[in-house]
Antibody
């Protein structure tokens, strides 16, 4: 069964950092383009960025570029999202998902709350 | 950026009736080299992550009931639920994967009338 499981969310203050992880199973992780998508409370979906397979080139949405870093460890089938200089507007559920023709599957998400 | 605009924001449909959701992109998401529309549809039920329903604008994901269908090309797309069931109550999103940044529509909430 193809599965993704995020972890690492929590409550942090503005300006602080947090690292999210996403453990993958049931597919060849190293061949997959992996993506982070977030959803602010009661709002729609927002693409955060992705990391390509075979070399790990990354692309980011403008609101997070320069603050967030996506990386991967193919030896342990894990995706990461390092979030620095967090802002209150980064408060959201963060989902990891596999990118092919569309996003599938999705993890259950992990909640990040940025508040003083 | 390619802006995705969905309409309506919400709709209420009787059980067994048809539900139609529209999605318009600010520029074409049709790749003329392979004649594919880079457009997907998702269903999100309360408290759950999104679920991929349709990709390439009209290809149903494995396991998705055939009452869900996608149509359209270039800039105008439609998700149709041919006979609404109680379990279809959800928010539906379109998304383009033609160009960066990847973008979603604002969502359409489907309820039972």
């Amino acid at each position: 069964e193809v599965q993704l499981e995020e972890s690492g969310g929590g409550l942090v203050k503005p300006g602080e950092s947090l690292r999210l992880s996403c453990a993958a199973s049931g597919f060849t992780f190293s061949n997959a383009w992996m993506t982070w998508v977030r959803q602010a409370p009661g709002k729609g979906l927002e693409w955060v960025g992705h990391v390509r397979s075979n070399g790990g080139t990354t692309d980011y949405a403008a609101p997070v570029k320069g603050r967030f870093t996506i990386s991967r460890n193919d030896s342990i089938n894990t995706l990461y999202l390092q979030m620095n200089s967090l802002k209150t507007e980064d408060t959201a559920i963060y989902y990891c998902t596999r990118y092919s023709a569309g996003f599938d599957p999705w993890g259950q998400g992990t909640l990040v709350t940025v508040s003083s | 950026d390619i802006v995705m605009t969905q309409s309506p924001d919400s709709l209420a449909v009787s059980l067994g009736e048809r539900a139609t959701i529209n999605c318009k992109s600010s520029q074409s998401v049709l790749n003329s080299s392979n004649n594919k529309n880079y457009l997907a549809w998702y269903q999100q039920k309360p408290g759950q992550p999104p679920k991929l329903l349709i990709f390439w604008a009209s290809t149903r994901e494995s396991g998705v009931p055939d009452r869900f269908s996608g149509s359209g090309s270039a800039t105008d797309f439609t998700l149709t639920i041919s006979s609404l069931q109680a379990e279809d109550v959800a928010v539906y999103y379109c998304q383009q994967y033609f160009g960066l940044p990847l973008t979603f529509g604002g969502g359409t909430k489907v309820e039972i009338k």
